[in-house]
């Protein structure tokens, strides 16, 4: 009996010790995609990265869930723009997003919303103690805000509720590239923060000012890098997902019985996402969560 213990605590350490290789490297492994020569995408276990090329360096949107993948990014950064990174960012507050903040240097000028800000000291404070308080967002706007750097013009702007209510989308304007953050999922289920202000009614016409923007590519929050046409399918299955759950709310109908009956399509295609043990994003959570505002179940913060 002994021995079947111990051979079996043995493949358990096993396990444990691959589990921990597998998730090292998932966090180490970064991928480089270069959008148009001078915007690159850094793409991992996390949110997409915008990295702008300028002639005084980088300029880097968003910094994923890790401080040792922001300091990866740093270094990448580094490597393709330009030089030092002279500004980061912050698309908005969930950690995925900024949680590498402190793989920067302390002092390094860090752009969001102030409502990004306020969410980050209010939803996420136990983790901007210490050092990695110096990495808080130290520039912050209500409408949009501009950088000039290198001879590149970077331009910030609040439109309106979508995934939080501090979202921002990021505009390298000589580039014609716009970094989006959460405000699009590619071909994903996206994260619907109601609790947050978020609003899947609110998204969609978020996103018709964010196409009045001048832009060609588009660095999405999680996904491949797409096109305005990508921001329109998204915008299609969000439109279609709040008046599924509208019309079910106001026939009354279960949330169970919703989630198994929703005829929702315009969701044909798309992927999950899922972190174990944390999170799943993935139909029945997109439908549940626009059931839940369609009801009044959860209400918005206080602005």
Do not use: C
Not at 33 to 60: C, F, K, Q, W, Y
Not at 181 to 191: A, H
Not at 233 to 261: I, K, N, S
Not at 294 to 301: D, E, I, L, Q, Y
């Amino acid at each position: 009996m002994l021995r079947v213990v111990l051979r079996v605590l043995l493949l358990l350490l096993v396990l444990a010790g691959i589990g921990a290789i597998w998730a090292w490297e998932r966090v180490r492994g970064l991928e480089l995609e270069a959008v148009v020569p001078d915007v690159h995408m850094i793409s991992g276990l996390g949110s997409n990265v915008g990295v702008l090329r300028t002639a005084d360096g980088a300029v880097v949107v968003d910094t994923m869930t890790f401080r040792m993948q922001g300091q990866r990014v740093r270094e990448l950064a580094e490597r393709v723009g330009g030089g030092p990174v002279q500004a980061v960012i912050n698309t908005h507050y969930h950690a995925d997003h900024t949680h590498g903040n402190p793989g920067f240097a302390p002092g390094t000028k860090v752009v969001s919303t102030s409502r990004t800000r306020e969410h980050l000291l209010a939803r996420d404070a136990a983790y901007w103690q210490g050092v990695a308080a110096e990495t808080l967002p130290s520039v912050t706007f209500t409408g949009d805000h501009e950088l000039r750097v290198g001879g590149k013009t970077v331009r910030s702007v609040h439109l309106g509720r979508g995934h939080t209510d501090g979202d921002l989308v990021v505009l390298f304007v000589e580039d014609r590239v716009l970094h989006t953050g959460d405000l699009v999922f590619e071909g994903r289920y996206p994260n619907i923060d109601l609790e947050a202000g978020g609003s899947v009614k609110r998204w969609a016409e978020t996103l018709d000012r964010v196409l009045e923007l001048d832009f060609d590519r588009v660095i999405p929050g999680h996904g491949p890098v797409t096109d305005r046409a990508g921001i329109q399918r998204f915008q299609t299955f969000l439109r279609e997902l709040a008046a599924v759950a509208e019309d079910a709310a106001a026939r009354g109908q279960a949330a169970d019985e919703f989630v198994r009956t929703a005829p929702l399509r315009a969701d044909a295609g798309f992927e999950a996402i899922s972190v174990p043990f944390v999170l799943k994003l993935d139909r029945e959570f997109v439908l549940r969560r626009a059931f839940e505002e369609a009801t009044g179940a959860v209400a918005p913060p206080a602005p």
